[in-house]
């Protein structure tokens, strides 16, 4: 018997290993054949498992697609967003700012109509802060020669009128509030009758006849009897007439936007606005200006 | 006359469950086998040879190295094209030369780990070509620079590797 030293062991067992495979080759070189018996086994082996592989591979590259690979986009995304954000901003600046030099336009257009009348731009700065009054502050006061009962308006129309005034701030009690009135007239009749807010949006003209014809869209005007307002400043526009006893019932749109005021005249004198030829120049509001003495 | 008295240098051989060398030998063959298939670049590891290489510096015994080797060796013919034997007489030899040079050198630095992969790696597939040319009349070429890069590409590999199958060693 042939005994293999303990050294030589696992050299002879390479050469026999080796042997064998080349056997193999040479039997696969001379049959042509491929082994495929020996193939079908292992792929038949190993084919379940790469399946399951693939599967958790195309998964994991799925979410990583999915949420992973995405992290630049989302990043994109929320930058564009942000752009988007801020050029929105922007726009919405511009166009506050657009509207704005509309309005003040607007102002120094009234203004410049009527050079002649003292009158102080003012904005305002805040709402009442009593949800059951209509009342805004503006940021002119005592300083500016602002005083009680003082009338406030816009190029459209009658604010209300100057309540209560402090140093450097007054509030103005609006046309819409229960408290306000103001002497007025219906443009076409001439026909008489305070306007007063009952604490919404439309104001009620009281003590009209019922004889008297009034219809809607005629136009309301003050009347310059309350010592407040100067004669014919527009007041609003009849909505809605119904008969009543013994007075018609008579609602007034105000001519005025009484619910997104901005800026404000602030009306020094009871002088009749008479537009004036001469177009005279006074500041923005905020802006200093001197005050004429109220003519009273 | 003096005595020649040899160096004594401890080197540990480590062991492992059989079934952990299995389910390694088949995630190496099973990751070879579908990962190129969506990362094409991951064609040029061979992971297969870098277990037969782990297992063999680790074990160091060259009977068992060379009969893992001729295993995946043969599996990798198997789940290929080539003809079976080709990978398995190259694995055979490169599990047996690493069984040999694990008993006798130290295969646990990094450095040298890398440095054994690419040896290896370049004797397994001069292995590989030899035995093309010789025995089945296949002229391939035998050194390229792609070689060389697919070297020290799996070596770096074989760097991360191995730390990670270290775990599955059982304690001594």
């Known amino acids: 018997m042939l005994a293999v030293p303990m050294r030589h062991r696992s050299l002879t067992l390479l050469g026999v290993v080796l042997l064998a495979q080349v056997l193999a080759l040479a039997v696969q070189i001379r049959t042509r054949s491929q082994g495929r018996l020996i193939r ?15 599967w958790t591979i195309l998964k994991v590259r799925g979410v990583w697609n999915g949420y992973f690979g995405l992290i630049h986009v989302r990043r994109d995304n929320a930058q564009l967003q942000a752009e ?39 904005r305002v700065i805040a709402a009442s802060a009593d949800s059951s009054s209509h009342a805004i502050f503006i940021n002119r006061g005592e300083r500016d020669g602002i005083r009680r009962n003082m009338a406030v308006i816009t190029p459209d129309g009658v604010v209300g009128k100057v309540f209560e005034v402090y140093r450097n701030t007054a509030q103005v009690l609006l046309l819409t509030d229960k408290e306000s ?11 008489q009758g305070p306007v007063g807010g009952v604490g919404e949006p439309l104001l009620v003209m009281k003590y009209v006849s019922n004889d008297e014809n009034v219809s809607a869209g005629q136009q309301v005007l003050t009347s310059g009897q309350d010592q407040i307002f100067p004669k014919d400043l527009p007041v609003g526009t009849v909505a809605e007439v119904r008969p009543g006893a013994p007075f018609k019932q008579i609602l007034v749109k105000p001519a005025a936007h009484l619910d997104r005021l901005e800026e404000v005249i602030v009306l020094l004198t009871r002088q009749e606005l008479v537009k004036s030829p001469n177009a005279g120049t006074e500041s923005a509001p905020g802006g200093s200006s001197t005050p004429a003495k109220r003519n009273q | 006359m003096a005595a020649y008295t040899p160096t004594e240098t401890h080197i540990e051989v480590h062991k492992f469950r059989v079934l952990a060398v299995i389910g390694v030998t088949l995630a190496a063959l099973l990751i070879q086998s579908f990962l190129p298939v969506h990362f ?12 037969t290489l782990y297992f063999g510096f680790s074990r160091r015994n060259p009977s068992t190295g060379l009969l893992l080797g001729m295993v995946i060796g043969l599996a990798q013919d198997c789940l290929g094209r ?29 450095l040298s780990r890398f440095g054994l992969t690419v040896a290896f790696y370049i004797f397994h597939q001069a292995a590989y070509t ?14 390229t620079t792609h070689l060389l890069l697919q070297a020290g590409l799996n070596a770096l590999v074989a760097i991360v590797l191995f730390p990670l199958l270290d775990k599955l060693r059982l304690p001594s």
């Not at chain 1, 190993?46 to 399946?51: A, C, F, Q, V």
């Not at chain 1, 726009?91 to 509309?102: C, D, Y």
Request: a neutral charge; zero cysteines.
């Open chain 1, 40 to 54: 079908v086994w292992a792929v038949e082996t190993i084919t379940p498992l790469e399946r399951a592989g693939s």
């Open chain 1, 84 to 122: 988007n954000d801020r050029l929105r901003l922007r726009n919405i600046e511009l166009e506050s700012q657009a509207a704005e030099s509309a309005r003040l336009a607007a102002l120094v257009g009234f203004r410049d109509a009527h050079a002649d009348v003292p009158m102080l731009a003012a």
């Open chain 1, 181 to 191: 009135g103001v002497g007025a007239l219906l443009a076409g009749t001439r026909t």
């Open chain 2, 40 to 51: 094409p670049r991951a064609r040029m590891l061979d992971l297969p040879l870098l277990v």
């Open chain 2, 82 to 110: 080539s003809a079976i034997g080709l990978y398995g007489i190259a694995k055979t030899l490169t599990g047996f030369l690493a069984s040999s040079f694990g008993s006798r050198i130290d295969v646990e630095h990094p």
């Open chain 2, 130 to 143: 030899l035995t093309q040319r010789v025995l089945l009349a296949q002229h391939e070429a035998l050194f």
